[in-house]
């Protein structure tokens, strides 16, 4: 049995065992190593696996009087939001940059490049295309913000991966700083609305901003 | 909801099984693996509402069907077999996620701050976001104690195939663990 076959075992099951991957593991340490991760992440995920999310249960179809109202009260709630929307200060974007991405953790452990086929899938929704000629994207997801679908990506620096959100739709009157949460960030003004950038230790925060702002081309 | 006459409940199986009750052991052992099947069925469906529905369609379809359970000490597996193909049809009729990623990740965000240990967060929300290829054998093993022959019997696959499956959502979730992926060790042409 080679190291191949006996990762593929032990990542499919990590509790099991015949004498041919036994005799594997006693001769191959980092085998050894790799059974040892696993069965460790293994309780993990059994952990994980008793307690499912407790997700929103399903609405059900309302009468048709209520459908009135509903729409009446969400048309009445809307142009609050909207006069609260406008008038709210901009650090409240900021703040809520840093809420979303600390709800994707594992967007910074991402350690594979992601194809340009996901990458343009993630790009789609906010009217966006990206040449890339020098960055290397590890995540790349089309996230729900604010009211839109907006890129959501991670691109590997020498300082470390940094997010970078592409919004679209939110004009910023000037290049705006913040550190939350643990995290540094710029949101930038762009052509059309602004960027995002944020890493969880120094960096060059701008110089990632300009470079995005670069290399993308803004559909209209 | 389907086959039962108006007047009666709905919540329990046992409450809408008819006549005296031979098969009343039988109720009380379904009733008592609701919990396994609707925490499989939620991780398939990726929403409680929808695990309820399959798991209520497929105690029904079991009930039907209970003269082929000839071994009640097999009844958990059977019963985890009859949710997944439940999913299955449900999937197949709606022809995709039967829950949009999105909602889940907003509905997740909004939970949060409720969990009080995030390594343990971050893998449920990674299993979540898993492809139902990868989930659907995971949480057949995981959950339902199935070996990767009998998974592979359950889903039409090839022992290869299976443990392919199996070593890929793992090493997915290695990322989220803080462990960097292995190398795909996986045939090739395999799953």
Redesign the interface.
């Known amino acids: 049995m080679n190291?191949?076959?006996a990762?593929?075992?032990i990542?499919?099951?990590?509790h099991?065992t015949s004498p041919e991957l036994e005799a594997h593991v006693q001769g191959c340490a980092a085998c050894a190593r790799?059974r040892e991760?696993?069965r460790d992440?293994?309780a993990?995920?059994?952990?994980?696996?008793?307690?499912?999310?407790?997700?929103?249960?399903?609405r059900r179809a309302a009468p048709q009087w209520r459908q009135w109202a509903l729409a009446a009260s969400v048309v009445l709630a809307t142009l609050a939001a909207v006069g609260v929307w406008l008038l709210r200060p901009n650090d409240s974007l900021a703040h809520e940059v840093v809420?979303?991405v600390?709800?994707?953790?594992?967007s910074w452990?991402?350690?594979?490049q992601v194809s340009t086929a996901e990458i343009d899938k993630a790009l789609r929704g906010a009217g966006v295309q990206l040449d890339l000629t020098s960055t290397h994207i590890m995540y790349a997801q089309?996230?729900?913000f604010r009211g839109h679908?907006v890129p959501h990506l991670v691109v590997q620096t020498a300082q470390g991966p940094a997010t970078v959100m592409i919004l679209r739709h939110q004009q910023v009157a000037g290049r705006a700083s913040f550190h939350e949460a643990g995290l540094e960030g710029v949101i930038v003004p762009a052509p059309h609305g602004s960027i995002a950038v944020l890493t969880r230790g120094p960096a060059n925060l701008d110089g990632i901003a300009a470079e995005f702002e670069h290399d993308m081309r803004w559909q209209q | 909801m389907r086959n039962s006459p108006p007047e009666t409940p709905v919540s329990s199986i046992g409450d809408r099984l008819p006549g005296p009750d031979p098969g009343a052991p039988l109720v009380q052992l379904f009733e008592s693996l609701r919990p396994d099947l609707l925490r499989f069925a939620h991780w398939l469906a990726r929403d409680r509402a929808t695990a309820e529905d399959i798991v209520q369609e497929s105690l029904l379809r079991a009930w039907r069907s209970r003269e082929a359970l000839k071994d009640p000490s097999a009844a958990r597996a059977w019963l985890l077999t009859i949710v997944r193909r439940e999913h299955a049809r449900l999937y197949e009729r709606k022809r995709l996620e039967l829950v949009p990623l999105d909602e889940i990740t907003e509905m997740q965000a909004a939970l949060r701050p409720a969990e009080a240990d995030g390594e343990l967060f971050a893998l449920r929300h990674a299993i979540m976001r898993l492809p139902i290829e990868y989930r659907e054998p995971l949480a057949l093993q995981v959950l339902g104690g199935f070996s990767t022959e009998e998974i592979s019997r359950e889903l039409a696959l090839s022992s290869t195939a299976v443990l392919t499956r199996l070593f890929r959502a793992r090493n997915k979730l290695r990322v989220i663990y803080g462990l960097s992926p292995a190398p795909d060790a996986a045939p090739e042409g395999a799953a």
């Open positions: 190291c191949d076959a990762r593929l075992l990542g499919a099951d990590p099991a790799f991760e696993m992440l293994d993990h995920i059994h952990r994980a696996m008793q307690d499912p999310p407790q997700l929103a249960r399903k809420q979303h600390q709800g994707e953790p594992e452990l991402a350690a594979q089309s996230c729900f679908y």
